[in-house]
């Protein structure tokens, strides 16, 4: 099927800075809605950003002007580039891609393992 590897998760102080990335890999004929969530203790997953295949983007407005998301679609890969980190950006972040896979004839979400970030103050 599809795997979703995560990577570049960690800590760092507040102000720095961090770039996230998720490859995915398997039977992939296409992949729309790429996007970034995160899951703060004893909150509910959020939405961070979404970029279509178009190029189009869309960020949370707590994260405008800070985060950038982008994507290499030869690599099936997307990025999440964070800076000017905040302490209540500590969450587990998670990606999310929208695959079609051969054979199949719908497009259906997968996401992948998450990975931790922390934000000292």
């Known amino acids: 099927q599809v795997q979703l590897v995560e990577s570049g998760g960690g800590l760092v102080q507040a102000g720095g800075s961090l770039r996230l990335s998720c490859a995915a890999s398997?039977?992939?004929?296409?992949?729309?809605?790429m996007g970034w969530y995160r899951q703060a203790p004893g909150k509910q997953r959020e939405l961070v950003a979404t970029?279509?295949?178009?190029?189009?983007?869309n960020y949370a407005d707590s994260v405008k002007g800070r985060f950038t998301i982008s994507r290499d679609n030869a690599k099936n890969t997307v990025y999440l580039q964070m800076n000017s980190l905040k302490p209540e950006d500590t969450a587990v972040y998670y990606c999310?891609?929208?695959?079609?896979?051969?054979?199949?004839?719908?497009?259906?979400?997968?996401w992948g393992q998450g990975t931790q970030v922390t934000v000292s103050s």
């Open positions: 398997g039977s992939i004929l296409s992949i729309t809605a």
């Open positions: 970029i279509i295949s178009g190029g189009s983007t």
């Open positions: 999310n891609f929208n695959v079609r896979t051969y054979g199949s004839s719908w497009h259906r979400a997968y």
